[in-house]
C-alpha cells in the first residue's frame, strides 16, 4: 500500500516562533494571542492535562496539512479536537446518550470520544471521516481557548509521529527541528508528564474502547450500559 503523505498547504510562511511562559497572571492575554493565530491559520504549541498538543483550526484544510507537515503524519490518520464543552460538540458532532454518559463522568478529563460528525462538517479533520474525535481536557488553558477561538482546535501529540512525545517545549522544538518554523506560537506550561495520553473510545452504535491512556479501561466499563 502507498502511503498517502500531507500535501503541503499553497503558502507555508517560515515564521519565527514565539515562546511565552504560561503564569497565572498572563492567562488571559496567552488565551487571546493563542486564537489570534488559530484564526490566522497558524498553529500553536500548548499544554493540555495530558501531554503538550499541536493546535490548528479543526475545520481548516490548510491548517490541518500544515500540523500533518510537522509531524510528518500521515492524513488518513485521525486527528482530534479540542471543544469547550458538550454544547459546542453538538453543533459537528452526532452527540448519543452513551457519550453524554461518559462525559458526564469523565469530562473535563483525558477522554477522548469517537462520535458521529454531523453532515455539514466537510472540512479539516473531518474531511475524509464520517467521524469526528471530542477533546474535552481538564485544562483550564485550552478550555479557555476553546471558548476564545469560537471553535474546535486541533489536539494531537506535539512530536514527529510515531515517537515519543517531550515533556518540554524545548527538547519539542528540538524534535521538530526545522518543521518547528511552521509553529507560530509556544505556550510553555513547565513540564508536562511524559507519556500520558487521553483514553479513547468510540461511542458510536455499541461502545468501543480504541486506546486505553490516562483513564483505565475498568473505570470506563463500569459506567457504561
Known amino acids: 500500500m502507498v502511503r498517502k503523505q500531507c500535501q503541503v498547504p499553497k503558502k507555508v510562511d517560515n515564521l519565527d516562533m514565539r515562546i511565552v511562559q504560561l503564569t497565572p497572571e498572563n492567562l488571559n492575554e496567552s488565551v487571546r494571542s493563542a486564537a489570534s493565530v488559530l484564526r490566522e491559520g497558524g498553529v500553536i504549541i500548548y499544554p493540555t492535562d495530558t501531554l503538550y498538543?499541536?493546535?490548528?483550526?479543526?475545520?481548516?484544510?490548510?491548517?490541518y496539512e500544515k500540523v500533518c507537515i510537522i509531524k510528518e503524519r500521515d492524513e488518513r490518520r485521525p486527528i482530534h479536537?479540542?471543544?469547550a464543552d458538550l454544547t459546542m460538540v453538538a453543533e459537528y458532532a452526532e452527540v448519543n446518550?452513551?457519550?453524554?454518559?461518559?462525559a458526564?463522568?469523565?469530562l473535563p478529563g483525558p477522554l477522548t470520544l469517537i462520535f458521529k460528525k454531523k453532515p455539514h462538517v466537510l472540512s479539516g479533520i473531518a474531511r475524509t471521516l464520517s467521524?469526528?474525535?471530542?477533546?474535552?481536557?481538564?485544562?483550564?488553558?485550552?478550555?479557555?481557548?476553546?471558548?476564545?477561538?469560537?471553535?474546535?482546535?486541533?489536539?494531537?501529540?506535539?512530536?514527529?509521529?510515531?515517537?515519543e512525545t517531550p515533556s518540554t517545549v524545548a527538547a519539542i522544538v528540538k524534535q521538530l527541528g526545522e518543521r518547528s518554523a511552521h509553529v507560530e506560537l509556544a505556550i510553555d506550561g513547565g513540564i508536562l508528564p511524559a507519556n500520558v495520553r487521553s483514553t479513547v473510545v468510540d461511542v458510536r452504535d455499541e461502545p468501543f474502547i480504541i486506546r486505553e491512556g490516562a483513564i483505565p479501561v475498568d473505570a470506563i466499563m463500569a459506567v457504561l450500559p
Open 104 to 106: 458526564a463522568e469523565f
Open 81 to 83: 479536537a479540542v471543544f
Open 53 to 63: 498538543g499541536l493546535g490548528g483550526d479543526a475545520l481548516s484544510d490548510d491548517a
Open 131 to 163: 467521524t469526528i474525535g471530542v477533546r474535552i481536557p481538564k485544562n483550564t488553558f485550552c478550555l479557555k481557548l476553546a471558548r476564545e477561538f469560537g471553535k474546535p482546535y486541533t489536539t494531537t501529540s506535539a512530536n514527529t509521529s510515531d515517537t
Open 97 to 102: 446518550d452513551v457519550g453524554r454518559k461518559l
